[in-house]
């Protein structure tokens, strides 16, 4: 076979791949673009959203130190409101006494969809 037939066809395959990730992140996140941001910008590397079957990434963030841990989000939403959470995760906020480990990287506009929905976790 050809070299570069045999590269088209593995990069058909990785791009079907990607696709299809894709698509099951969307699947899983419906129509709700807070939940959307909160799968495409990784947050399960570290959080789990039991009470909307959202578990950690196998492989996540563990540490034998049970206070470090990431918590559960599920009803995160009775403790803080949306505006908070924008804050805290632009490390403009903090818990007690710590900032939010991670760095936001997505849009602005993904963050407040974010904010908006973890309120909404009640």
Not at 4 to 28: D, H, K, M, N, P
Not at 91 to 113: C, D, F, M, V, Y
Request: hydrophobic share 35%; charged share 25%.
């Amino acid at each position: 076979m050809h070299k570069g037939f045999i590269l088209r066809i593995i990069l058909t395959a990785v791009v079907g791949l990607a696709f299809f990730a894709g698509a099951e992140q969307q699947t899983q996140a419906g129509d709700n673009p807070g939940k959307t941001a909160f799968l495409s910008n990784k947050c399960t590397m570290c959080h789990s959203i039991q009470s909307e079957k959202i578990e950690k990434a196998s492989g996540g963030y563990q540490t034998s130190k049970e206070r470090n841990v990431p918590p559960d989000l599920s009803g995160i939403g009775k403790k803080h409101n949306a505006e908070w959470f924008a804050k805290y995760l632009k490390h403009q906020e903090e818990l007690n006494s710590l900032k939010h480990a991670k760095t936001w990287r997505g849009t602005e506009e993904q963050l407040q969809a974010l904010a908006k929905w973890l309120e909404g976790l009640k």
